[in-house]
């Protein structure tokens, strides 16, 4: 079994916002799991992870953006549990701290143009084919065993809740607590903030990864502040705030997004006086590092 000890607690967050309108507000602090292999992405990784060691593959090979939390934490959890670590990252080479700390952990980049990179299977092919080593995880670590991992999130919620809140980028993590609350039998409803434009697609990944028309899902399509990595004055303001106000770290390209559409449902009424909501922090703060010049 591949797998750590970690804490990830319930913990309320008392905002003026909360009180006043009867809400009370709890966060999942996934974002404590790990510095580097944080949040969902740990989810996500366990069971390929498991499945690699079984069928003996000791190179991961994977994809992403220049700032990737998901290649991020494949170069950890590869170094911690014994596995070479290769990445395709998207577009011209460049340097940062997120790729120079996938060099530390012992991860080998590959940049690729925009073009080549669309298609994952190809390039995967195209270098490892004839390798018995080597194991394919898609880019964000989207998948089913994925959506497994993600849904053993609901096993360790406490409490009850109203609502639950995650961010989407995959829909991979929603898919997972939409299963767990699902198996649960709760009536929670599930919300989803997309964190890029067009998110509607989100429910039609979470049916390839078959949770099909779950109930009490609902999709907050207008969260997304102009498109994937994209912010505005508004987000960062909101992002100082709440920051100095929780001592919670949130960033503006995940969960900054979803604290924010948190925030204002609640402050539109949209979620009920008496109301309790719980949110899950997927981390990713490294994601930060190359944003700090816009706050
Ligand atoms: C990758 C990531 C997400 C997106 O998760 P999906 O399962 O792809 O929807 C959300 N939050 C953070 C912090 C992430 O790093």
């Not at 602090?29 to 060691?53: E, V």
Request: aromatic content about 12%; some cysteine; glycine content about 10%.
């Amino acid at each position: 079994m591949l797998d750590f000890d970690f804490y990830s607690p319930e913990e309320e967050i008392a905002l003026p916002l909360y009180k006043e309108r009867g809400v009370r507000v709890f966060v999942k602090r996934d974002d404590l799991i790990h510095p580097y292999i944080s949040g969902n992405k740990w989810r996500k990784l366990k069971y390929p992870l498991q499945q690699a060691k079984t069928d003996g593959k000791t190179l991961l090979v994977t994809f992403g953006g220049a700032w990737s939390n998901h290649l991020l934490a494949t170069a950890c959890a590869g170094a911690r549990f014994g596995f070479r670590t290769y990445g395709f990252v998207r577009g011209d080479r460049l340097d940062n701290p997120v790729l120079q700390l996938c060099q530390l952990f012992g991860m080998e980049l590959h940049f690729v143009d925009r073009e080549r990179y669309r298609d994952k299977k190809a390039l995967f092919n195209i270098y490892f084919r004839d390798s018995r080593e080597a194991y394919f995880m898609d880019e964000g670590g989207y998948g089913a065993l994925a959506a497994e991992g993600c849904s053993e999130i609901a096993n360790e919620i406490c409490d009850t809740y109203d609502h639950l809140f995650c961010a989407c980028g995959t829909g991979t993590t929603l898919a997972g607590l939409a299963k767990g609350i699902t198996t649960r039998q709760w009536k929670t409803t599930l919300h989803g903030v997309p964190v890029l434009k067009g998110g509607s697609f989100i429910l039609d990944e979470i049916a390839k990864l078959g949770i099909i028309n779950p109930a009490n899902v609902r999709l907050h399509l207008d969260y997304h502040f102009g498109g994937y990595a994209k912010t505005k004055p508004e987000l960062i303001e909101f992002i100082k705030t709440f920051t100095r106000q929780t001592s919670i770290l949130i960033e503006p390209t995940y969960t900054g997004k979803l604290f924010y559409a948190v925030h204002d449902l609640i402050a539109q009424k949209q979620i009920t006086s008496g109301s309790k909501v719980l949110v899950f922090h997927s981390g990713g703060l490294t994601g930060i590092l190359g944003m700090l010049n816009r706050f």
